[in-house]
């Protein structure tokens, strides 16, 4: 289970998140929803410790989950990645095991399985060898699914993986959360824009602008 | 008799050592430089190395004062200078272009004051733009050791530093210490400029770090083949400039610089896949097929 207790942050001396607090039992499905600017990606960011603090625990199985960020898989916004950056698909999704091979080691054949098994997941095996900035808008929301998949995470974080994608990838992420949620996994979404998906959530997390 | 012009004209400078001390020093930099530089690149931070090296002064200074190695004092200065900018950058909105700006005018004006109340012997001149033909076993030595340091660390750690390069966030997000790859980061980038200064100076430096790793990335799609084909570059670029400057009687480190330079501008103009005047042709044709390919 995921607790979030009185959650709070200060972004250079304004309050940006004020005591949110929340829980999330395995196998749920929750939408992080609100307009603009009220603060879904530093939620999202506050729950791993990305940004600092100024109140609050955030604890997964009753540890404090800044202790076991290895389970979990965080998938950025698009604009946060550079996509004239050299490297290729299958580099992106091999990044996921980086943690897990530990220091000092090359992927083994074993992490090929995975990433192999990922971009399958995904439809994107056919483009492995292609340059990321060769990719449509929704084929790059693919590799970081991707990514995030091959990591085997137990919590899974998008910020905004619905911006700017085309119906097909639309179809294969709403279908991999489904599968991750059968598994028992917990995901939170960030969007501002639902849709007709909304009602493959389970809970709405809805923050608002004070 | 052709072969023999040619091998007369590629070996007869080696007689002399001050030509082959050059030669390996300039081997040396070809290698580390683009190495280092394609990490500058990707992370969209060129310029910090020329900033970086206008800081290596006041510490270059102070460590002839006190007759230690220039390894020390330059590598001291030039890290508190990285740091100042971050520093600045966090505690401030003072953007980071301008946070460079003024931190590398100021550790340059105190180094130049320095030199003259310290009254070194430094020749700021070759400090400026390089001396390769001066160039001593020492210092070939020294840069060799940081070559090696250096080249060893991006392998060991390459997956972690790909990772940290492209998602900073995500790095961060599975916990790993981007604090120490931030400080080993600017650490190499600043042993690097030591290792550099004595071939092209540093007002130049900047044109190794960036250029010939620049010219690979127009030509190849993952960051290690950026590295591998810039060293190449490099290298390439070192040693053709040292000849030209040897056979023209032209100072050598802008000789280097402009081959370099040089290699680039072939490549932007005819890389095969962002060529400009190759990418209309590849363009045209992907269309054709494009074309071909829709039912209608």
């Not at chain 1, 995470?153 to 992420?173: H, I, R, S």
């Not at chain 2, 180094?111 to 003259?116: A, D, Y």
Request: net charge positive; glycine share 8%.
């Amino acid at each position: 289970m995921l607790e979030v207790q009185q959650l709070a942050v200060n972004y250079r001396g304004v309050r940006g998140l004020d005591a949110v607090s929340f829980q999330v039992e395995p196998g749920q499905l929750v939408g992080i929803i609100g307009p603009n600017g009220a603060g879904k990606s530093t939620l999202l960011k506050a729950i791993l410790g990305l940004v600092p603090k100024a109140n609050g625990v955030v604890k997964y199985c009753t540890c404090p989950l800044h202790q076991q960020l290895e389970k979990v898989a965080y998938i950025p916004q698009r604009s946060q990645i550079d996509w004239d950056y050299p490297i290729t698909v299958w580099s992106v999704v091999t990044m996921a095991r980086t943690r897990q091979l530990g220091w000092f080691r090359s992927p083994s054949r074993a992490t090929r399985e995975i990433v192999k098994a990922a971009l399958e997941q995904v439809e994107m095996f056919n483009l492995r060898d292609r340059r990321i900035g060769e990719l449509s808008g929704g084929q790059q929301q693919r590799v970081f699914l991707a990514r995030a998949l091959a990591q085997q995470a137990d919590l899974f974080l998008f910020d905004e993986p619905f911006t700017g994608v085309d119906k097909k990838t639309e179809a294969v992420m709403l279908q991999v959360f489904e599968e991750l949620r059968s598994t028992g996994k917990i995901l939170l979404i960030s969007t501002h824009e639902w849709g007709q998906s909304l009602h493959q959530l389970d809970r709405l997390c809805c923050l608002i602008n004070r | 008799m052709l072969n023999s012009l040619m091998f007369d004209l590629l070996f007869a400078p080696l007689d002399y050592e001050f030509m082959r001390n050059a030669i390996a020093i300039g081997l040396i930099v070809g290698v580390l430089c683009p190495v280092v530089g394609s990490y500058l690149i990707v992370q969209r931070m060129a310029l910090l190395g020329d900033v970086i090296a206008h800081c290596v002064l006041p510490g270059l200074s102070i460590s002839f004062f006190l007759g230690i190695d220039i390894l020390i004092g330059a590598f001291g200065s030039g890290i508190l200078g990285a740091f100042l900018i971050a520093w600045i950058r966090s505690q401030s909105r003072v953007k980071v272009d301008s946070a460079m700006a003024l931190t590398f005018s100021t550790f340059f004006a105190l180094g130049v004051l320095l030199i003259t109340v310290l009254r070194n012997r430094l020749d700021l001149d070759s400090f400026l733009f390089g001396d390769i033909l001066g160039v001593t076993p020492t210092d070939i030595g020294r840069s060799l050791m940081i070559t090696i340091v250096i080249l060893l660390a991006v392998k060991l750690f390459y997956k972690e530093i790909l990772f940290y390069t492209f998602d900073k966030t995500g790095a961060q997000a599975i916990g790993l210490p981007t604090n120490a790859i931030y400080f080993g980061f600017m650490a190499a980038i600043t042993l690097t400029i030591i290792a550099s200064m004595q071939a092209v100076g540093v007002i130049l430096v900047i044109s190794m770090l960036v250029g010939p790793a620049l010219t690979a990335y127009l030509l190849v799609k993952e960051l290690h083949q950026m590295m591998l084909l810039g060293a190449a570059i490099g290298m390439f670029a070192s040693v053709t400039g040292i000849y030209i400057s040897y056979y023209y009687n032209v100072p050598s480190g802008p000789a280097i610089v402009l081959v370099s330079s040089s290699l680039f501008l072939l490549a932007l103009l005819l890389s095969p896949s962002q060529g400009i005047l190759t990418r209309s042709a590849s363009d045209r044709l992907s269309q054709l097929r494009l074309n071909r390919s829709k039912p209608d």
